[in-house]
């Protein structure tokens, strides 16, 4: 599921929940409804039943699909045997509500359901399996991957599990369900793309339970040799054909699922694929993949081509870019452009060919397109296709497909290719497209910090065809489209070196006047505009919440309004008991902010409550668990100087040194890094020794850190990287969970308790971060200002010229990513998809980062420590625009 794809759909500026759409669509509704009857809204859902007799805790769950062309009618016999049950059930509320559930890039484990019934008792439920299967005979609905079909139906579906009342807090402050086994123990209701009992629970409903598949996977003569993708509208697949030996690919279309927002489903989309790829191959062979053969297994659609071998470009770019290698030279730089050069003369030639056949490729991004082993480019996935005689698909790759507005100003048929082709070029030199699109004008700023990459000028003319005409690409004065407001330039490529100070003083000005202006003391779902992540949590923590920006705001020196410390003080003790115990979700980061504010009494009563919290005993991380409760201890005694808050630290520092399992309570699948893994730990006992003076806690820290060394690995240049955890292999720097994260513990340690191993180490990962500054996002997580705040503490630490000039450089870098907006400027969050505030990856991380740099000792020129911020500027919305 792409991040926040839900969220996104509700606004389009900011992250908001999906039921805060202001057009969902047409509602569905029961036609008939007995008399004292009525409906509550349950997020996307309609809940009818009795609120005196309520649900169960748990049983057998059924689920109903449909078409959408058919949901009414589903519902409407749906709800009448319920009613005259009286059954609770529920039902998906309106038609962009079904779209999201149903969409290619939704969750699988919500796949296909569209009602929702709660029988209170295993009779009860076999019942009306029974007249639900009875009265839907004949229609057709997707499979629900978490459930089983009851016997022959195409519609009804069951599982057994949680109704909704039983839940339990995790560390990271999401909630599961949970249920009783058939022991009466508490298990957790898991809810995986495939039907699964909790131990101990028998399926009542079949004679025979079905035995787990053994042995290779059979699509009629195709072996399936490697999943490539699963998602929601179904699987690709490299497999083989038994009749030939040949290397094939698969394409999977599951019934009535994998929609888009135009309504059409996976299988018709994958039919007109097909007759596409037919009609190219006959008129334009190898333009295409191959189309060998297409059928229908079971209920789903099957297309098998040739199988091109190769990579996505996505992958190509990452591993081929030298732009981010610590061991680049001219040589490697130039041999890099003239790559991609290549590719996109392919590309050219392949969309030629294309034209000329009569059709349009459509949604043209890195995703679609294989770079094959003699680098050149093959397009695959045609679903999006279409003649250039008809109208173009409404299909598109954010920051890959034209904007709506030119699309309805450029009436050529080939402009969803042109722009795409232009689109892959500027991926060829950063992933910046999504900024590009809001703040065409800063693509001067991404040139100039390329510096000694930059490309050449017909790359660069390609790149920005679409944004900068010849003028703004010469005029870097800032006044290209969006930069109206008055007294607002961009500064031009030279001033970030010549007066990176006051770039960045102008800089930080200009993002609190946006996270300002952005605020909204009002809002009952946020006051400040959040990651996803926030409605699945809560909107108050430090890390997405409103905490995490009135720090940024507090450290900065900037102005809090006090109806926002108001708000954040209410939601507070209005959520105190729901709360998790850690430093990024829950009451240890809140209190840390909150004593900040001088409300000292608020701070020591959460705190209390994170020490006292069971989770503590499970988890130990920074993020979520005892060590940033730990953290939170300290900062309250640095704070205040009362040494009992010291002994609260040192009690949970004492907790730690006597776990037995520690591995046991850090995140998910041996996590690593700065939130979840050993060197979180590492810095807190690095902190508590430096208060306490406790040498026992500075040794098991620096042995904490030789595990997390012994799990990250060598990149081609010779740097070291690490990845998220032992699932995930990817190299990353970030600070979150990345080499920063583990490079900002180790240089603390390195700086006061030498250890060869580690000082070794160090400089290999600040290799690897140094040249990682071409980052898709901007935020403090995973994105330049987490890479910026290391570098400065980095710089800081060891005094190198080297070292502040990477941090400088990283700090200036920033300036690329800043959009302007009514008042200041705000930053694309999590995803790229929307803007946030937050402090993870919106422009509290941001003003924070800047802070970092700007009030320490690396730009030595007379300065104000805390960012100037305008009269003008000083002011937010309190729920009026």
Known sequence: MLEGFGEALADREYYLPLTSAADPGPRFAPREVPPGVRGAAQGIWTLWGDPR???????????????????????DTVAGICFSEGVPFKHLSARLFFLFLHHKHAGRAQSGKFCAVYPPDTATARRLLERLSGALDGEEGPYVLTDRRFRDSRTVHYRYGSFGARSRLRADGTREGVVRDGSGREVADLRLPAFQLPPGITDPFVEHEEQPHAGPILIRDYEVTRAVRLSNAGGAYQARDRRTGRTVFVKEARAHNGLVFDGTDAQQRLRHEYRVLRELHAAAPGVGPEPLDHFTEWEHDFLVTEYV??????????RSSPLARADRTAESVAAYYEACRRLLASLDSSLERLHSAGYRFGDLSPGNVLVTPSGGARLVDFEAASALSAAPSAMGTPGFAPPPGLLRADTDPLLQDRYGMSAVALACLAPFNETAAHA??????????????A??????????????????????????????????????????????????????????????EMADAGRPDWAFPPSPEAFRTNNVCLAYGTAGVVHALHRAGAPVPEEIRERLRRDTLALRGTLPPGLLVGSAGIA?????????????????????????????????????????????????????????????????????????????????GLLHGRSGLALFLHRLARDTGD???????????????????????????ISDNAQLTRAMPYLATGAA?????????????????????????????????????????????????????????????????????????????????????????????????????????????????????????????????????????????
């Open 53 to 75: 007799t309520g649900l169960a805790e748990q049983g057998w769950k059924i689920h109903v699909s449909a078409r959408l062309d058919r949901a009414q009618h589903v519902l």
């Open 309 to 318: 071998a190769g990579q996505p470009l996505v992958g190509w770019l990452s």
């Open 440 to 453: 065409p004008a800063n693509l001067v700023l991404l040139r100039r910090d390329l510096a000694d990459l």
């Open 455 to 516: 490309p050449p000028h017909d790359l660069w003319q390609r790149a920005t065809a679409f944004h900068l005409t010849q003028d703004r690409t010469e005029d870097l004065t800032g006044r290209a489209e969006g930069q109206d407001a008055p007294g607002r330039r961009l500064p031009s490529p030279a001033e970030p070196d010549t007066d990176p100070r006051g770039c960045l003083e102008r800089l930080a000005e200009e993002v609190t006047a946006g996270l300002l």
């Open 592 to 672: 840390r902010v909150l004593a900040g504010l001088g409300l000292l009494d608020e701070a020591l009563d959460l705190l209390r409550d994170a020490d006292d919290h069971p989770l503590t005993d499970s988890c130990g991380t920074l993020a979520g668990g005892r060590a940033g409760v730990g953290l939170g201890w300290l900062a309250l005694y640095r704070l205040t100087g009362d040494h009992s808050h010291l002994e609260r630290a040192a009690a949970t520092g004492e907790r730690l040194l006597r776990t037995r399992d520690l591995p046991a309570t850090l995140g998910a699948h041996d996590a690593r």
């Open 695 to 721: 040498a026992r806690c500075l040794e098991a820290g620096r042995l904490l850190l030789h595990q997390e060394l012994d799990r990250t690995f060598p990149l081609d240049d010779g740097a070291l990287s």
């Open 741 to 881: 994260g583990v490079a900002a513990v180790l240089t603390r340690y390195v700086a006061t308790a030498p250890d060869e191993r580690c000082a070794a180490a160090l400089p290999r990962l600040v290799a690897g971060i140094r040249v990682s500054c071409a980052t898709k996002e901007a935020g403090l997580y995973r994105g330049l200002a987490g890479l910026t705040w290391f570098l400065t503490e980095h710089a800081e630490l060891t005094g190198t010229d080297a070292a502040r000039g990477d941090a400088v450089r990283a700090a200036t870098g920033l300036l690329k990513y800043a959009v302007p907006y009514r008042r200041g400027v705000r930053f694309l969050g999590a995803g790229s998809q929307r803007f946030t505030a937050d402090l993870s990856s919106g422009g509290a991380g941001v003003l924070l980062a800047l802070h970092r740099l700007l009030a320490g000792p690396l730009l030595t020129e007379p300065h104000h420590a805390r960012p100037r911020i305008p009269a003008a500027d000083r002011r937010y919305r309190a729920g009026v625009p």
